[in-house]
């Protein structure tokens, strides 16, 4: 295919090259009989902008913010950090500019701090973990008002704040967690357990418990009973006592959902007492992996947070640099991890 100049699509119109220059750049004023044949030359011939060689001429640094919770608090989001430093490298040549925003995830006034700060430093976009449901909404509502742009990553928010989420899909995880559950059991009690945070306010909790319940539910069976508790792994000792004496209430469970990627603090509580309790968690965390493969934990349900930061700033900068639309909704498998496959995710 011909590679058309301004100068050809010029001659071809019958304009001058002052003329297609700002019809294709959109700027200046053009008289609708100039903007009539220069577009029906466009059209004739299917031209298409160079991207990569618009964003060279234009030199625009585009600023990209991420804020994600702290990776030294909770190892789930080391992984970040390297998807993070792989698109710097891919888009170095690109004028994108990409900076990491941490914050406790524990703590919803840190959410709230560190995202008003972020806001305050103009990026062009944002990915974040909507972690709190109410907090984050003001935040993308703000960011609207301030015309940045969001997209978000690992758990929902409402679409009507922001249309682009990247991750899995929660309740289906739930049932997923369901359906391995059932494999191992047959019957029993199972405990759901939701570590440390508001669970009110955390959506991603609540999807995974409804789709897990969903899934017992449609078995229209008497064989399992199905109960949760929520505990605070802020001091240890406190949680391995709130979490045997829940088990004490409940002398009968024979299984454990957990809904975060602290499964191994559950294995550890366990150890203070003879069980044989099948336990279904999340997340390829050193621990996880470690009781995973000692047969503590029957199986993982791997989250991809890498992938998933990777493939959001991924789409940004593309957005910015390529006018490439971002999928207003992409879903990543769910892989169930064992202690047989484990190895082939570590490589």
């Known amino acids: 295919m011909k590679k058309y100049t301004i100068k050809d699509i010029a001659q071809l119109a019958g304009v001058s090259k002052g003329t297609v220059d700002r019809v294709l750049h959109k700027r200046g004023k053009v008289s609708e009989i100039a903007l009539e044949k220069v577009t029906k030359i466009l059209n004739e011939i299917e031209y298409k902008p160079n991207p990569i060689a618009k964003n060279l001429k234009i030199n625009k640094i585009y600023k990209l913010a991420v804020i994600l919770p702290d990776a030294q608090k909770d190892s789930y989001w080391e992984p970040c950090s390297g998807a993070i430093k792989e698109v710097e490298n891919e888009f170095q040549h690109f004028g994108i500019e990409i900076n990491k925003f941490v914050f406790d995830a524990s703590e919803t006034s840190s959410f709230l701090e560190t995202s008003l700060n972020v806001i305050t430093t103009k990026p062009d976009a944002i990915l974040m973990v909507p972690l709190f449901q109410k907090e984050a909404k003001e935040i993308v509502t703000k960011c609207n008002i301030n015309n940045i742009k969001v997209s978000v990553f690992n758990n929902y928010i409402d679409s009507n704040y922001s249309n682009n989420f990247i991750g899995q899909d929660l309740y289906q995880s739930g049932r997923v967690a369901a359906k391995l559950m059932d494999m191992v059991l047959k019957k029993g009690t199972i405990g759901i357990v939701h570590i440390d945070e508001d669970y009110q306010n955390a959506t991603h909790l609540q999807e995974k418990e409804k789709g897990f319940r969903s899934y017992f539910n449609s078995l229209n069976t008497l064989d399992y009973d199905i109960t949760t508790i929520?505990?605070?792994?802020?001091?240890?000792?406190?949680?391995?006592?709130s979490l045997l004496s829940f088990l004490d209430k409940n002398p009968n469970i024979n299984g454990i959902f957990v809904t975060i990627s602290k499964s191994y603090v559950v294995v550890e509580a366990l150890k203070e007492r003879a069980s044989d309790i099948a336990i279904v968690g999340y997340d390829l965390v050193k621990k996880n992996i470690d009781y995973l493969k000692q047969g503590e934990i029957d199986f993982l349900?791997?989250?991809?947070?890498?992938q998933q930061v990777y493939m959001g700033l991924s789409y940004l900068a593309e957005y910015f640099l390529f006018d490439k639309e971002i999928p207003s909704q992409l879903l990543l498998p769910l892989d169930i991890v064992t202690s047989e496959n484990v190895d082939g995710y570590l490589m």
């Open 230 to 241: 929520h505990l605070n792994y802020k001091k240890s000792e406190s949680f391995n006592n």
């Open 301 to 306: 349900i791997h989250q991809k947070p890498k």
